[in-house]
């Protein structure tokens, strides 16, 4: 009999308050040590094998569903047909959590990279949550909607392309978000570097509250120990390292749970102070 390792689903719930948040995993990819910059590679090499984990890396990628009693909005859209075989199992992680894409009202979009926005269009470049408005902070449409800068390298110029694309095919349904006030108990926090205006959203409802963070983190083995360490999908380094610390540090000091779009399913988990750098605490499934 052949070995099965699929799960029999791929979604987990959390409460916030009277919200829900749902992680859906979208898929893995694989990444090569080249990615990093700003670590030595036997140091990156050295933590990654400490963890155990298999070479070559592979970078989880979630997306989460926020039902709120209002509104059902889904936090990016994986990678859809982009991924070049890669993820692309959102719509059937929704459907293990009772959905279906015709029950989101909303479309929250953290950054304008592939793996976040490739779900939003089926492999026709056709829509595949018609219904939904999609809302993208206003920075980061002006910046992945505008010409492609010269001196992009290749990757860059792949990413500009990607999001041309998906413009071009969910136009109509995207709303430019201006400011932090997203809707009631949802706040955006701006965290760039990554890209240009790269945001995570505080969900906060009655005493309860955490931050998705988004992509601070790629690579939990490497960059939690190291967060001057950078990956190549960083648009300024600089800029991400120094985001990086200091919302861990701001995470690590409160004690806020903390979400991401690359932490390993279920993606929710707290930060501590360890040592020169941090160390992460993933949350303990509860059945
Ligand atoms: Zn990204
Ligand atoms: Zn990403």
Do not use: C
Request: proline residues 8%.
């Amino acid at each position: 009999m052949p070995v099965t390792t699929q799960q029999p689903a791929n979604a987990h719930r959390l409460a916030i308050g009277d919200f829900t948040l749902t992680t859906l995993i979208d898929g893995q990819f694989e990444a090569g040590f080249g990615l990093l910059s700003n670590i030595d590679e036997t140091e990156a090499k050295r933590l990654h094998d400490a963890s155990r984990r298999p070479t070559p890396p592979r970078i989880t990628l979630n997306a989460y569903l926020l039902e709120t009693g209002q509104e059902t909005i889904l936090i990016d859209t994986g990678f859809g047909p982009l991924g070049g075989g890669a993820g692309g199992r959102l719509f059937e992680s929704l459907a293990d959590a009772g959905h279906a894409p015709d029950d989101i009202d909303t479309v929250l979009i953290t950054h304008m990279h592939p793996d976040h926005i490739g779900g939003l269009v089926d492999a026709n470049d056709q829509p595949t949550m018609p219904r939904a408005r999609v809302l993208v902070p206003a920075g980061e449409l002006d910046y992945w909607g505008g010409a492609i800068p010269a001196d992009a390298d290749d990757a860059q110029t792949q990413q500009f392309e990607a999001a041309h694309r998906v413009i071009a095919a969910v136009g109509s349904q995207i709303q430019h978000l201006e400011g932090n006030a997203v809707l009631p108990g949802i706040t955006r926090v701006p965290l760039p570097g990554h890209t240009p205006d790269h945001s995570g959203y505080r969900i906060a409802s009655g005493n309860a509250q955490l931050l998705l963070w988004t992509d601070i983190v790629h690579l939990p083995s490497i960059q939690f120990p190291n967060p001057e360490a950078t990956v190549a999908f960083d648009s300024d380094a600089a800029q991400a390292a120094e985001t990086r610390r200091r919302i861990m540090s701001e995470v690590a000091e409160s004690r806020e749970p903390v979400a991401g779009h690359h932490l390993d399913f279920p993606g929710v988990g707290y930060v501590v102070a360890d040592g020169a750098g941090f160390r992460w605490l993933p949350h303990v499934w509860t059945p």
